[in-house]
């Protein structure tokens, strides 16, 4: 036998499940431009970047991939490089769908220094997720083949924060390049604690009619 949701009740949690997430992509091109100057901290599109060293890629450079818009570009050379760690900006938690990542430097370039792009999500709770992007080699620079790889992510959910890390082919600190995060924003848990409050009492309100 089953048991048909309450109409009210199933309308708040339709309601619910409508404004439970905020897609957006981070793209960095609200970023000024910057002339690739060299940051350590970045906010663009609702979410911050903290790290040791890196680029907000803005101006054409002949050494350089490119698909054509800014993107954050994190580099090897000289032990420069450091992880990024992305946050909502004010806090809160949010989903990670996919992004795009690349390597830094064209094909050729002496300081190519590249294998794969590291993910690591902290989830609410303490759960840690983790994935390894192999970098294709495909580097030519704006325009011709796609320098920049589309990766899907599935259950990357309750984040509190997410670190990107370059990885080169010996273990070390490797080029990369990051853009077009997809982002799903979670109601600050005030929020939550309404609606489950609102959903506790259209609950018992059904319970007493079905009494
Ligand atoms: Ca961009
Ligand atoms: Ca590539
Ligand atoms: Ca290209």
New binding site residues.
């Given amino acids: 036998m089953t048991c048909p949701l309450h109409p009210v009740l199933a309308g708040i949690a339709a309601l619910s499940l409508a404004g439970a997430a905020n897609a957006s992509v981070v793209?960095?091109?609200d970023l000024p431009v910057s002339g690739n100057n060299i940051f350590t901290f970045v906010s663009s599109g609702g979410f911050d970047f903290n790290g040791g060293h890196f680029h907000i890629i803005d101006t054409p450079d002949s050494r350089i991939v490119g698909?054509?818009?800014?993107?954050l570009g994190a580099e090897a050379a000289g032990g420069l490089g450091k992880a990024v760690t992305m946050t909502q900006a004010g806090g809160g938690l949010f989903s990670l769908d996919g992004l795009?990542v690349a390597e830094l430097w064209r094909a050729g370039e002496p300081l190519n220094d590249f294998y794969q792009v590291s993910l690591t999500g902290n989830q609410f709770g303490g759960g840690v997720l983790s994935m390894l992007i192999e970098l294709d080699g495909v580097a030519d620079g704006p325009g011709g083949a796609n320098d920049f790889q589309t990766i899907a992510l599935g259950g990357w959910t309750n984040l509190m924060s997410v670190t990107i890390t370059g990885v080169n082919a010996v273990g070390g600190f490797g080029d990369y390049s990051i853009?077009?995060l997809l982002v799903n924003v979670v109601p600050e848990p005030g929020t939550y604690a309404l609606m489950l409050a609102g959903l506790g009492l259209v609950g018992f309100m059904a319970r007493r009619r079905i009494s």
């Avoid at 698909?67 to 993107?71: A, C, I, L």
Wanted: proline share 0%; charged share 25%; hydrophobic share 20%.
């Fill in positions: 793209t960095f091109d698909n054509g818009t800014q993107f795009d853009d077009n």
